[in-house]
């Protein structure tokens, strides 16, 4: 039995490490194998956004709402930078800009989502006016990012 495991995880990226941490929270006993020494797959090509605004409400905006903590947990503990600084998402039409209007009007208040909307002088001193040609931008203030390829060997 020394060599026994409750569940065997395959695939050491993202979701694989976070289900063998889910696991082993709850006591079980977990191996994880992966097939390389450096991450390669799905999780360093497309992961590193660590959303809360983009979240529809309900289940997938508490669990995202709750990873926040974890990722704030993992960072501090094995030793790799978590940013954050939020995100942005920039209105290029009218359209677009009313759409994030909308959000922080409806959505963003009724849910408690931490969003705000930038136009005018704040959406200009936004990165030394890089962005001054777009309309607005959306701010999500509970948004994170992490650097894959850093973060899943730590």
């Not at 006993?29 to 959303?51: C, D, I, M, Y």
Request: glycine share 10%.
């Amino acid at each position: 039995m020394a060599n026994h495991s409750d569940i065997l995880i395959v695939g050491a990226g993202i979701l694989g490490l976070s289900h063998a941490y889910a696991a082993a929270r709850r006591g079980l006993r977990v191996k994880v194998f992966e097939r390389s020494a450096t991450p390669l797959g799905a999780s360093v090509r497309n992961f590193g956004q660590a959303l809360v605004t983009g979240q529809p409400p309900g289940i997938m905006l508490d669990l995202a709402r709750d990873s926040r903590s974890i990722w704030a947990h993992w960072a501090q503990h094995a030793g790799f930078e978590l940013k954050r600084n939020g995100s942005f998402l920039f209105a290029r039409t009218e359209a677009e800009e009313q759409l994030f209007e909308a959000f922080c009007n409806g959505r963003a208040q009724t849910h408690g989502y931490r969003a705000e909307l930038l136009r005018g002088p704040a959406l200009h001193a936004l990165y030394d006016g890089r962005f001054s040609h777009h309309r607005a931008a959306l701010h999500g203030l509970d948004d994170q990012q992490v650097y894959s390829r850093e973060a899943l060997p730590c």
